[in-house]
Nanobody, 115 residues
Framework: QVQLVESGGGLVQPGGSLRLSCVASIGFFSGYVMNWYRQAPGKQRELVATITSGGHTNYADSVQGRFTISRDNAKKTVYLQKNRLKPEDTAVYYC?????????WGQGTQVAVSS
């Protein structure tokens, strides 16, 4: 059974940093496009960052220059390094993996940015 398990969320002060991890029990993980999404209370889920199978990355304007997505194919893990966090980054963060018709989601990890 395919699973994506996120970790690394928590409470952090504005300006702080967190690193989220997503471990995937997926065959041929390296062939997947991996995404991080987030959903804040009362808002729609939004795409935060993408990393392709070739390692190309893309970011939402709101996190460009502050967040970095990376992957370790040997560990079947995708990361989201989040720096200079703002209160508006508060959300549940979800890991997503896509390859062809395969589309898998994790359960999410809560991130709260508050003083």
């Amino acid at each position: 059974q395919v699973q994506l398990v996120e970790s690394g969320g928590g409470l952090v002060q504005p300006g702080g940093s967190l690193r989220l991890s997503c471990v995937a029990s997926i065959g041929f993980f390296s062939g997947y496009v991996m995404n991080w999404y987030r959903q804040a209370p009362g808002k729609q889920r939004e795409l935060v960052a993408t990393i392709t199978s070739g390692g190309h990355t893309n970011y939402a304007d709101s996190v460009q220059g502050r967040f970095t997505i990376s992957r370790d194919n040997a560990k079947k893990t995708v990361y989201l390094q989040k720096n200079r966090l703002k209160p508006e980054d508060t959300a549940v963060y979800y890991c997503n993996g896509i390859r062809g018709t395969d589309d898998y989601w994790g359960q999410g990890t809560q991130v709260a940015v508050s003083s």
